[in-house]
């Protein structure tokens, strides 16, 4: 059994409806369905209401005190072994690129230097992305939350340097017309 599953056993034994319940503890019918259907985690404030309402016994309440995401250190350490790989894998090919790089700028004009930035960049920052998308999923959702003005920083720097670059081109079409 779920959490979920034991509240709503608890609901439906006790004899309230979804709503009935939900106006009691103070939050919307929408938001108990999600709990009970596990759709939103049981935070510490509801459980302590509920706590209030139903009568646990030990194994239903050590089910509903366990944190919602647990990780097994093996399972962290397999994880983290995995990223030092990858980060390993990029940066032995940051290093052939810069060798790639260095030895163009030797032997090319302007043009190809703009092309391999523009190619050495799309790579690391595609990377990178990858790499914020993965541990934003590991994150529980306190840390997710925690994680948002990051984010939305990394937003507008990104559509600041995307700006830039947009009217750099707008200034040469104009100028070519």
Not at 46 to 75: A, G
Not at 158 to 171: C, G, P, R, Y
Request: positive net charge; aromatic residues 6%; proline residues 2%.
């Amino acid at each position: 059994m779920n959490k979920g599953e034991i509240l709503k056993e608890k609901r439906i034994t006790i004899g309230y409806t979804q709503k009935s319940l939900a106006d009691k503890i103070g939050i919307s019918n929408k938001h108990l369905s999600d709990i009970e259907c596990s759709r939103k985690p049981l935070s510490q404030k509801l459980l302590n209401k509920f706590k209030l309402i139903f009568n646990f016994n030990d194994k239903e309440l050590k089910i509903l005190e366990k944190p919602e995401r647990e990780y097994d250190t093996f399972e962290l350490d397999l994880e983290i072994k995995r990223k030092k790989e990858l980060l390993l894998q990029i940066e032995a090919e940051i290093k052939f690129k810069r060798l790639e790089f260095e030895k163009l700028e030797r032997t090319s004009g302007i043009r190809s230097k703009i092309t391999w930035s523009s190619i050495e960049i799309q790579k690391i920052v595609g990377s990178k992305i990858i790499e914020i998308v993965n541990l934003y999923s590991l994150a529980n959702r306190a840390n997710q939350q925690e994680c948002i003005p990051a984010l939305k920083q990394l937003v507008i720097y990104l559509d600041t340097f995307s700006q830039k670059i947009k009217k750099m081109i707008l200034e040469r079409e104009e100028i070519d017309l």
